[in-house]
T-cell receptor, first 113, second 110 residues
Framework: EAGVAQSPRYKIIEKRQSVAFWCNPI?????LYWYQQILGQGPKLLIQ????????DSQLPKDRFSAERLKGVDSTLKIQPAKLEDSAVYLC???????????FGPGTRLTVT | DAKTTQPNSMESNEEEPVHLPCNHS???????IHWYRQLPSQGPEYVIH???SNVNNRMASLAIAEDRKSSTLILHRATLRDAAVYYC???????????FGKGTLLTVNP
């Protein structure tokens, strides 16, 4: 069974630029999550989708971050404009449903200079 | 969200058992206890979860105190590949949202 795929794996941008991350969850998984992990800390949930609807986006900085999950499969997370403090690893995870264990992708390491 | 308390770091020797503690004194009746681990440069990986009874799977065992205010993740024979950050997380309610803390960094010595 293929795992959660993310791209790109690494991205370096300057502050005030835009960036987008892509996630392809495990086939058939209804729930998709985006996390932000700053160095030395545990992952922080940014947004959670159930199929193509948002379940929780309470910690998403909506003035600069946006996410969508069209057709309830792939998802993109966008930052516009980026700030220095956005430097982190962005993790995508999926699960069969809300109550199942989560499977994480390898993450995208973002560096904002 | 109910909080968990874990030691910042622990050390173990290869092929010996490891007991990773977690305190969760404010756990609610519907909270499950989840354990994930994160190997270097990888995303977190599910290890085990339980509600009241002790649980076993191919990776580990989870021992839950009778009052549910603490739990212990048991790795029966540590290998070098078990070196990782281990997160103890309480999850429950309607969406099983996971709130990660800083976890315990486990070092396994050869």
């Amino acid at each position: 069974e293929a795992g959660v795929a993310q791209s790109p794996r690494y991205k370096i941008i300057e502050k005030r630029q835009s960036v987008a991350f892509w996630c392809n969850p495990i086939s058939g998984h209804a729930t998709l999550y985006w996390y932000q992990q700053i160095l030395g800390q545990g992952p922080k949930l940014l947004i959670q989708f159930q199929n193509n609807g948002v379940v929780d986006d309470s910690q998403l900085p909506k003035d600069r971050f946006s996410a969508e999950r069209l057709k309830g499969v792939d998802s993109t997370l966008k930052i516009q404009p980026a700030k220095l403090e956005d430097s982190a690893v962005y993790l995508c995870a999926s699960s069969p449903n809300l109550w199942n264990e989560q499977y994480f992708g390898p993450g995208t390491r973002l560096t904002v200079t | 969200d109910a909080k968990t308390t874990q030691p910042n770091s622990m050390e173990s020797n290869e092929e010996e058992p490891v007991h990773l503690p977690c305190n969760h004194s404010t756990i609610s009746g519907t909270d499950y206890i989840h354990w994930y681990r994160q190997l270097p440069s990888q995303g977190p990986e599910y290890v085990i979860h339980g509600l009241t009874s002790n649980v076993n799977n191919r990776m580990a065992s989870l021992a839950i105190a009778e009052d549910r205010k603490s739990s212990t993740l048991i790795l029966h024979r540590a290998t070098l590949r078990d070196a990782a950050v281990y997160y103890c997380i309480l999850g429950g309610g309607s969406n099983y949202k996971l709130t990660f803390g800083k976890g315990t960094l486990l070092t396994v010595n050869p």
